[in-house]
Structure formats: structure tokens, C-alpha cells
């Protein structure tokens, strides 16, 4: 199993984006993880199906998220979190390619591990394993009750992550080698619930995730809603955060 199960956006400030993901793509809160305040960060957890949205904001000066935010001129898409069945041999197969671990998060029910993106390219990749974990199960990045938070009148779950570089086809061809994944024709690495796509840059931010796909129940009303809150808009996608959300 590698399938697509959370998204982590950073944010100069955690509640304005929180606030327009709740109104817009019609989401609620499920989880506030003090583990993050060790990194200097607040954070917000957001079923979306059964899947998650995260977004988390530095609480301090000197932050890795901060930096990343300078670096990139604001806020944005800054972290692809798979979930796996695998860990131990993904592992094996990270330090064959001489990937190096950033963070591994070792609990009992879980293993995390988030890859040192000067390796990957493109933005942070974790690759996560839940304990007796099956497709749409218990997450623990989320806590024990999310799914009390999960709603089905708005956006109701994701299918791609678009990640933007000066070369797509090199960058694709890494990630791929990293998740033991074919590359299709088009530069996307298929996963069980999608897919991770990458393409030529649509801004000067430098390599990056820049959007998703999503689906909802009625894409008019998310258009209208990112309107009526002054959110840039196109005919068919709504931008959050500094992220693109294409709806279908």
C-alpha cells in the first residue's frame, strides 16, 4: 500500500488559513498536536474524506517552517505525507539510495519518516506507517476521534499533489527511485488513491508543492465561497494558503 494521506501547508499565521479551509472547502477541525510545539510550530488537523489537511505556523523565530516561508516568499504547500504498509523496508531502501532521515517518529502505533529534502528534491516527503493501519483507519498524526469531524457537504477527499520544478522530468524520476514507483508518460508517480504529479514551474517561488486536486460534492458553491471571502478564484480552482485547490 502507498497511497496519498495528508497534506501539510505552512503559514506565516495558523487561524486566517484554518479559518478559509473551514468556510471554503466546507471542513472542520479534528486535532491540535502538541508534539509540534517541540518544533517550534502550532498546528491544525482537518479530515478531508477520510484523508487530512494540515496546516501548521511557527510560534517562534528560527524556525525550519519559518525559514522555508521566507524562502519561498510566503505561504504554501510544504509537506506530502504517504501512508504506507512497509516502513522497515522503505527505510532498507532510503539509506540503499542514500536518502537521509530528517525525523523518524517512532510510537507504538506508528512509524513515521519524514526524508531530508535536500535528497528528495522538490518539498518534504514522509512516508508513514499506522500500526494495523488499512486504507481510511485510524491515523495518529490526526488523533483518536477525527473522524467525529469529518463532513460531506464540501470537499470530500484528494487525489494529487502537484509539485512545480525547473525539471519536472529529473525531479519525478527522484521520486520515483525514492517510493519504488513507476514514472508515468505525463511526470506523475502513481499512488493506490492517485497520484504525486510535478511540472515546469507556474511561478518564480522556486521548486515546490503549488497545488492539489480535490473533489467536493458541489464545486460551484467552493467557488462562490472563496469569493465571497475575497480568495483568488478560476473557473474551476480556488487558491488557499498560497496553494492551488483544483476541484472536480
Keep these: 500500500m502507498l497511497r496519498l494521506r495528508q497534506i501539510c501547508l505552512v503559514a506565516s499565521e495558523l487561524?486566517?488559513?484554518?479559518?478559509?479551509?473551514k468556510a471554503v472547502l466546507q471542513l472542520d477541525e479534528c486535532f491540535h498536536d502538541p508534539a509540534v510545539a517541540e518544533y517550534g510550530l502550532?498546528?491544525?488537523?482537518?479530515?478531508?474524506?477520510?484523508?487530512?489537511?494540515?496546516?501548521?505556523?511557527p510560534t517562534q523565530e528560527g524556525t525550519a517552517a519559518?525559514?522555508?516561508?521566507?524562502?519561498?516568499?510566503?505561504?504554501?504547500?510544504?509537506?506530502?505525507?504517504?501512508?504506507?504498509?512497509?516502513a522497515d523496508r522503505r527505510r532498507a531502501h532510503y539509506q540503499t539510495l542514500g536518502v537521509r532521515i530528517a525525523n523518524a517518529m517512532d510510537y507504538d502505533d506508528f512509524d513515521g519518516t519524514q526524508l531530508h529534502p535536500k535528497d528528495t528534491g522538490g518539498c518534504m516527503l514522509e512516508v508513514d506507517q499506522q500500526e494495523a493501519g488499512t486504507p481510511n483507519g485510524p491515523w495518529h498524526p490526526a488523533g483518536d476521534d477525527w473522524e467525529k469531524s469529518v463532513?460531506?457537504?464540501g470537499a470530500v477527499g484528494m487525489t494529487s499533489a502537484i509539485i512545480q520544478s525547473q525539471d519536472p522530468a529529473a525531479l519525478a524520476g527522484r521520486w520515483g527511485e525514492i517510493l519504488d514507483k513507476?514514472?508515468?508518460?505525463n511526470l506523475s508517480v502513481p499512488l493506490d488513491n492517485g497520484a504525486i504529479k510535478f511540472t515546469e514551474p507556474w511561478d518564480d517561488r522556486g521548486d515546490g508543492l503549488i497545488a492539489l486536486q480535490i473533489t467536493a460534492k458541489d464545486p460551484a458553491?467552493?467557488?462562490?465561497?472563496?469569493?465571497?471571502?475575497?480568495?483568488?478564484?478560476g473557473a474551476h480552482s480556488v487558491t488557499i494558503g498560497g496553494v492551488?485547490?483544483?476541484?472536480s
Aim: with cysteine; proline share 6%; net charge negative.
Design 15 to 21: 487561524r486566517p488559513v484554518v479559518e478559509d479551509l
Design 42 to 57: 502550532e498546528n491544525a488537523l482537518l479530515p478531508i474524506g477520510q484523508d487530512f489537511l494540515e496546516v501548521v505556523a
Design 66 to 86: 519559518g525559514r522555508y516561508i521566507e524562502r519561498r516568499g510566503g505561504d504554501g504547500g510544504y509537506i506530502v505525507i504517504l501512508q504506507c504498509d512497509d
Design 151 to 153: 463532513r460531506t457537504t
Design 182 to 185: 513507476p514514472v508515468a508518460a
Design 221 to 233: 458553491a467552493i467557488i462562490a465561497a472563496a469569493k465571497a471571502r475575497g480568495l483568488p478564484t
Design 244 to 247: 492551488v485547490f483544483h476541484i
